[in-house]
Antibody, heavy 122, light 110 residues
Framework: QITLKESGPTLVKPTQTLTLTCTFS??????????VGWIRQPPGKALEWLAL???????RYSPSLKSRLTITKDTSKNQVVLTMTNMDPVDTATYYC??????????????WGQGTLVTVSS | QSALTQPASVSGSPGQSITISCTGT?????????VSWYQQHPGKAPKLMIY???NRPSGVPDRFSGSKSGNTASLTISGLQAEDEADYYC??????????FGGGTKLTVL
């Protein structure tokens, strides 16, 4: 079955760079149509789509955060990494990674990780 | 891109039907049949309930249905049950080749 799990620091300081890793199983990121995305949710607030990487290394970013985000994949390790620079307290949120298989024009996420809470504070 | 617009809250009694709207623009909801709906219980990850406007993933009860008219998509839950009480989010593919979520709707089962 498909599973995803996020890992990374739980606490980062303002201005630091956040690096999150999504380790998955049950699918291959070299299969046509498959992608892994990142979505975050500040405490008590709505979901916010951040980035998505597809099997063919096509990368998509939230326009409002594009300058701060980088998404990469390591197919051999079954991992997707998201980096976010210049972290600010408003970036405090639960960060989720999720699987999509609808191809590059769908964006529906059918499997999600459990999420990891990242707090930005000095 | 601006978040899709959803009502902050809706409520209904067990057995009733409710509808949650999701309003976007011609650059997202109105332009593509790639609207999804997610259910999120407190402290849990979101769960895909509807994809491509009206399709249900395996295992989702047929009490959940989706539709779209113009720039507005809708999620209807019929035969409301206590376990349906949760937050619901819509999302859409956009003309920028990205995805945008709605602001979320809290469903209360009275």
């Amino acid at each position: 079955q498909i599973t995803l799990k996020e890992s990374g620091p739980t606490l980062v300081k303002p201005t630091q760079t956040l690096t999150l890793t999504c380790t998955f199983s049950g699918f291959s990121l070299s299969t046509s149509g498959v992608g892994v995305g990142w979505i975050r949710q500040p405490p008590g607030k709505a979901l916010e789509w951040l980035a998505l990487i597809y099997w063919d290394d096509d990368k998509r970013y939230s326009p409002s955060l594009k300058s701060r985000l980088t998404i990469t994949k390591d197919t051999s390790k079954n991992q997707v990494v998201l980096t976010m620079t210049n972290m600010d307290p408003v970036d405090t949120a639960t960060y989720y990674c999720a699987h999509t298989s609808g191809g590059p024009s769908s964006g529906d996420f059918d499997y999600w990780g459990q999420g990891t809470l990242v707090t930005v504070s000095s | 891109q601006s978040a899709l617009t959803q009502p902050a809250s809706v409520s209904g009694s067990p057995g009733q039907s409710i509808t949650i709207s999701c309003t976007g623009t011609s650059s997202d909801v109105g332009g593509y049949n790639y609207v999804s709906w997610y259910q999120q219980h407190p402290g849990k990850a979101p769960k895909l309930m509807i994809y491509e406007v009206s399709n249900r993933p395996s295992g989702v009860p047929d009490r959940f249905s989706g539709s779209k008219s113009g720039n507005t998509a809708s999620l209807t839950i019929s035969g409301l049950q206590a376990e349906d009480e949760a937050d619901y989010y819509c999302s859409s593919y956009t003309s920028s080749s990205t995805v945008v979520f709605g602001g979320g709707t809290k469903l209360t089962v009275l």
